[in-house]
Nanobody
Framework: QVQFVESGGGLVQPGGSLRLSCLAS????????MGWYRQAPGKQRELVAS???????NYEDSVKGRFTISRDNAKNTVYLQMNSLKPEDTAVYYC?????????WGQGTQVTVSS
């Protein structure tokens, strides 16, 4: 019954910022770990950031210092603040549990970083 809905993507200039949101709809379930994943064209989906129920975070090396993951458990929402964006960040961004649940993948939100 759980479904993740991502939003907040768009087209941004290099060096710009975006804030992504992930709302967990349906039956409420407090996942211990939630993550943001991304998939660039022709590449494998990768985990870029994760956060535990208690707020402990982890980041993929390429986004450390630029991205910040957070969550509002009362709103069943996870956020990804992305600063200093680079063209290499261009991808479809998804949220899911960590480790991800196959049936929970949503449509994702497109992030395009380009001049």
């Amino acid at each position: 019954q759980v479904q993740f809905v991502e939003s907040g993507g768009g087209l941004v200039q290099p060096g710009g910022s975006l804030r992504l949101s992930c709302l967990a709809s349906g039956t409420v379930f407090r996942f211990y770990r939630m993550g943001w994943y991304r998939q660039a064209p022709g590449k494998q989906r990768e985990l870029v950031a994760s956060i535990t129920l208690g707020g402990s975070t982890n980041y993929e090396d390429s986004v450390k210092g630029r991205f910040t993951i957070s969550r509002d458990n009362a709103k069943n929402t996870v956020y990804l603040q992305m600063n200093s964006l680079k063209p290499e960040d261009t991808a479809v961004y998804y949220c899911n549990a960590g480790p991800p649940q196959r049936s929970y993948w949503g449509q994702g939100t497109q992030v395009t970083v380009s001049s």
